[in-house]
């Protein structure tokens, strides 16, 4: 089976610009969620969704959003791009939601954005 | 939210048997203990989840304190593809909904 794809795998944007990333989760996973990882730092959680409904947010500024199509599928939009916003984002997926404790996620290999 | 605290780094030999510790003195009641591991230039891998007590897969035991405000992985018999970066990771819930917090994550260097 195949794991959780993300695409694109790189790629470079201008500071003001505007970016979509992609993510479709494991067959049958219908639990997305959206973490930026800063070079030498942990994945810093940015958003959850769960049956296309937003289930958990991180502290990012608006300029962030996503969303979860029928398919689970999700996509990461990311506005008015700062030199800051460089990074691997990457897309995690699980089987199941809970509110409480952590379902065991899988993450796809990420999409390394660079804002020049 | 919870919060992890996790060393910078360790360093390690083949066949030994690696401890890392991690300190989430904030960790709410229904909150899980999660530990991943991630190799460079790629996503984080799930190892092992415990609420309390002691957890045991094929590849670590996670020890978890009665008051759950530590955790420690434990990898046995560590050999040179062990060296990665490991994260803790606590489940927390508020008001917002469901967040996740990662620490900076602990770098095992293992040498032969």
């Known amino acids: 089976d195949a794991g959780v794809t993300q695409s694109p795998t790189h790629l470079i944007k201008t500071r003001g610009q505007q970016v979509t990333l992609r993510c479709s989760p494991i067959s049958g996973h219908k639990s997305v969620s959206w973490y930026q990882q800063v070079l030498g730092q942990g994945p810093q959680f940015i958003f959850q969704?769960?049956?296309?409904?937003?289930?958990g947010r991180g502290n990012f500024p608006d300029r962030f959003s996503a969303r979860q199509f029928p398919n689970y599928s999700s996509e990461l939009n990311v506005n008015a791009l700062l030199l800051g916003d460089s990074a691997l984002y990457l897309c995690a997926s699980s089987l199941r939601y809970s509110r409480d404790n952590i379902a065991e996620q899988y993450f796809g290999p990420g999409t390394r954005l660079t804002v020049t | 939210l919870a919060k992890t605290t996790q060393p910078i780094s360790m360093d390690s030999y083949e066949g030994q048997e690696v401890n890392i510790t991690c300190s989430h003195n904030?960790?709410?009641?229904?909150?899980?203990i999660t530990w991943y591991q991630q190799f460079p230039s790629q996503g984080p891998r799930f190892i092992i989840q415990?609420?309390?007590t002691k957890v045991t897969n094929e590849v670590a035991s996670l020890f978890i304190p009665a008051d759950r405000k530590s955790s420690t992985l434990s990898l046995p018999r560590v050999s040179l593809s062990d060296t990665a970066v490991y994260y803790c990771?606590?489940?927390?819930?508020?008001?917002?909904?469901?967040?996740?917090?990662f620490g900076a994550g602990t770098r095992l260097f293992v040498k032969a």
């Open positions: 415990g609420y309390k």
């Open positions: 990771l606590v489940g927390s819930s508020s008001t917002g909904g469901f967040k996740t917090i």
């Open positions: 904030n960790i709410a009641t229904n909150d899980y």
């Open positions: 969704y769960y049956e296309k409904e937003e289930r």
